[in-house]
């Protein structure tokens, strides 16, 4: 089903400090990850233009931006659409993570101060306070949190520039997938919430290597953890899938 975005309200002004096509790319970025714009709904050009106070010229540049970004698609004679979940999206955005976040875990374990380890676990302990709350919004924000800094303590420049735009990516993708809402209707028994109630063993298991200087181990733990959570977000969508519409 194809939903026109509404001309009101939906999508924040673009600020007038930044040049007009990285001012709407952000305006646009924000709508999808706050679930302003749905997956499926259409943009229409020229509400967005009158909506910002901006020709259209930067729209269609910021369009073509977040289709590379993965975030819109156009479709032929019809127009750019929010883009929809699938299997395969997953699957190859946790391809990206597993090789980069890999990587980085075998550098932090070579390197990390000991401070650094201590704020790697302070993030760990939250990681099960939330669990245990099923606070699932919040234990997201400190799992980006977690891989954030994990990649940053790797000091490789380029690893960490590759994996922000992965990680802009699969943000998106979180917020397209819409899961806290979905998570929060399921009964504690049900495993995909077991497996989230567990969420910090994983992570753990990477500091302890870290801390030891366990190179391999902590690549282990990383890979580990990479194909836990690829398997529990497979299940979300599949759990999500026949309450949206638009699939």
Excluded at 132 to 139: A, N
Excluded at 141 to 148: K, L, P, Q, S
Aim: with cysteine.
């Amino acid at each position: 089903m194809e939903l026109d975005a509404p001309p009101n309200g939906k999508v924040k002004n673009a600020p007038s400090h930044r040049p007009l096509r990285l001012s709407v790319v952000e305006s646009l970025r924000d709508a999808i990850s706050s679930g302003s714009l749905k997956p499926g709904q259409r943009i229409v050009e020229q509400d967005l233009a009158k909506e910002l106070g901006v020709s259209r010229l930067p729209i269609r540049e910021a369009i073509r931006q977040l289709e590379y970004e993965g975030l819109l698609e156009s479709i032929p004679h019809k127009g750019a659409f929010v883009a929809t979940v699938s299997e395969r999206d997953i699957r190859e955005l946790f391809s990206l993570r597993d090789a980069l976040e890999t990587l980085a875990a075998g550098l932090v374990a070579q390197r990390a101060s000991p401070g650094e380890v201590s704020q790697l676990q302070s993030i760990v302990d939250q990681m099960r306070e939330q669990s245990e709350r099923r606070d699932f919004g919040r234990l997201f924000e400190i799992d980006t949190e977690f891989h954030t800094l994990l990649c940053t303590y790797s000091q490789h420049g380029r690893l960490v520039k590759h994996w922000s735009l992965v990680f802009g990516q699969w943000r998106a993708l979180d917020s397209l997938m819409d899961e806290v809402p979905i998570l929060e209707g399921l009964p504690d028994e049900h495993p995909i919430i077991m497996t989230l109630r567990d969420f910090a063993r994983s992570h753990q298991g990477l500091v302890d290597a870290i801390r030891v200087g366990d190179i391999d181990g902590a690549r282990a733990a990383m890979q580990l953890h990479m194909e836990e959570a690829q398997q529990s977000t497979l299940d979300i969508h599949l759990v999500a899938r026949p309450r949206r519409s638009f699939e």
